[in-house]
T-cell receptor, first 115, second 111 residues
Framework: DTGVSQNPRHKITKRGQNVTFRCDPI?????LYWYRQTLGQGPEFLTY????????KSRLLSDRFSAERPKGSFSTLEIQRTEQGDSAMYLC?????????????FGPGTRLTVL | AQRVTQPEKLLSVFKGAPVELKCNYS??????LFWYVQYSRQRLQLLLR??SRESIKGFTADLNKGETSFHLKKPFAQEEDSAMYYC?????????????FGTGTRLKVLA
């Protein structure tokens, strides 16, 4: 499969627990993005990596959120001390730096439910 | 402020009728505009990008800088067009590669 993959697809956790999601981008893509989507809304940008460098973070990304892309390949998004408001679909996307049009390819998402 | 507005949450049309999904944007600079589509239980996928000026599945969209709009149009809707449609912008010429999405419009094509 050459598309963007995300694991797990679903996560149910209790409030206060930590969760970690993984994203594997398309192999030759050097840009990787995380978005969050809640019911009735479009995806909202969280953070973006070019290779291993985290170049931009949204104000939505509170101190409880951290993202890494240690070797410029896969990325992880960790949420510490989850809150019910963190329940959402977390989307990962990737793109290639050399593409003029910045087309992003999306993964299937990880649906987080915080009880 | 950078913003994408899709005023209609739901648009219902009959099969064979014309479709127009509205998208307006606010961006200081030269944005790139996209339409993404999400069919039931599938991931977001690119439908159109303004720089390529192409027609995909009969859909077209023209960037109107004067009206800051990028409306999606199709002359004859098909039932398989039923999906969620999102308008998005980015600003790569400004070094901004993230997407800003609208809230989406659900298109229902009725038989």
């Amino acid at each position: 499969d050459t598309g963007v993959s995300q694991n797990p697809r679903h996560k149910i956790t209790k409030r206060g627990q930590n969760v970690t999601f993984r994203c594997d981008p398309i192999s030759e893509h050097n840009r990787l993005y995380w978005y969050r989507q809640t019911l009735g809304q479009g995806p909202e940008f969280l953070t973006y990596f070019q290779n291993e460098a985290q170049l931009e973070k949204s104000r939505l990304l509170s101190d409880r959120f951290s993202a890494e892309r240690p070797k410029g390949s896969f990325s992880t998004l960790e949420i510490q001390r989850t809150e019910q408001g963190d329940s959402a679909m977390y989307l990962c996307a990737s793109s290639h730096r050399d593409r003029e049009d910045n087309e992003q390819f999306f993964g299937p998402g990880t649906r987080l439910t915080v009880l | 402020a950078q913003r994408v507005t899709q005023p209609e949450k739901l648009l219902s049309v009959f099969k064979g009728a014309p479709v127009e999904l509205k998208c307006n944007y606010s961006y200081s600079g030269s944005p790139e505009l996209f339409w993404y589509v999400q069919y039931s239980r599938q991931r977001l996928q690119l439908l159109l990008r303004h720089i390529s000026r192409e027609s995909i599945k009969g859909f077209t969209a023209d960037l109107n800088k004067g009206e800051t709009s990028f409306h999606l149009k199709k002359p004859f809707a098909q039932e398989e067009d039923s999906a969620m449609y999102y308008c998005a912008l980015s600003g790569p010429t400004s070094g901004t590669y993230k997407y800003i999405f609208g809230t989406g419009t659900r298109l229902k094509v009725l038989a």
